[in-house]
Nanobody, 119 residues
Framework: QVQLIESGGGLVQAGGSLRLSCAASIRTSKNYAMGWFRRTPGKERELVAAINWSGSGTTYAESVKDRFTISRGNAKNTVYLQMNSLKPEDTALYYC????????????WGQGTQVTVSS
């Protein structure tokens, strides 16, 4: 069993930056892809960004391209989401996830970390 623990959320003004971190509780030999989803009340869950095991492949939602950057730590069991030029519409609960591929991140989920962007 793998636990994903997120950190780094908070309150920031529009135009500011935040960096989210997600750490897997144990090292695993399985090569998981990892990613970040977000959810706001009344909206469907949205895939924000995803990264493959090696870190060589990334996927971004159109709404965050050129503002957010996903990366993995050297040990591969940590993933980061650098969020720049934040907008009020980025306000959401952000979840970390892990799975077989960037399009199948359904094996493990974190509890989420709240990001609030004030205008």
């Amino acid at each position: 069993q793998v636990q994903l623990i997120e950190s780094g959320g908070g309150l920031v003004q529009a135009g500011g930056s935040l960096r989210l971190s997600c750490a897997a509780s144990i090292r695993t030999s399985k090569n998981y892809a990892m990613g970040w989803f977000r959810r706001t009340p009344g909206k469907e869950r949205e895939l924000v960004a995803a990264i493959n095991w090696s870190g060589s492949g990334t996927t971004y939602a159109e709404s965050v391209k050129d503002r957010f950057t996903i990366s993995r730590g050297n040990a591969k069991n940590t993933v980061y989401l650098q969020m720049n030029s934040l907008k009020p519409e980025d306000t959401a609960l952000y979840y970390c996830a892990a799975g077989q591929t960037r399009t199948d991140l359904n094996d493990y989920w974190g509890q989420g970390t709240q990001v609030t962007v004030s205008s």
